[in-house]
């Protein structure tokens, strides 16, 4: 009786075993007043960015927040959107103009020096 009773109280876990394991094999710790440096930790997560994914969910989100706008909501919505790409359009097409004028200005700049500095 005394040798089953033994037995089962000296039993371990496989777990508490690699615990007992792990911890014999460590160095024992010598007090210190200095802070002893751990190894840094590797933590890579791979990433992948799916650009159609992206603009597909993008895409659901925006046809989503569509449908659940009221009718007359929807209206003003659009209407500033259409207002807002205008805006848009209207200042890139003047800042095309200018440029386009400057290119013109300086070409003929160009070749009245040329046409002069020849004669």
Known sequence: ????????????????????????????????????????????????YDAQKEEREQRNRWIKAESALSGGKRIEEFRSRLKDRWEISTYSRGRNNASNFRLILIAAALILITYLLLN
């Open 1 to 48: 009786m005394n040798k089953k009773l033994l037995k089962e109280s000296v039993a371990l876990t496989t777990a508490e075993c690699l615990n007992l394991k792990k911890k014999s094999l460590e160095a024992p710790r010598i007090p210190s007043i200095f802070k002893v440096r751990q190894p840094k930790s590797f933590n890579y997560k791979p990433f992948y």
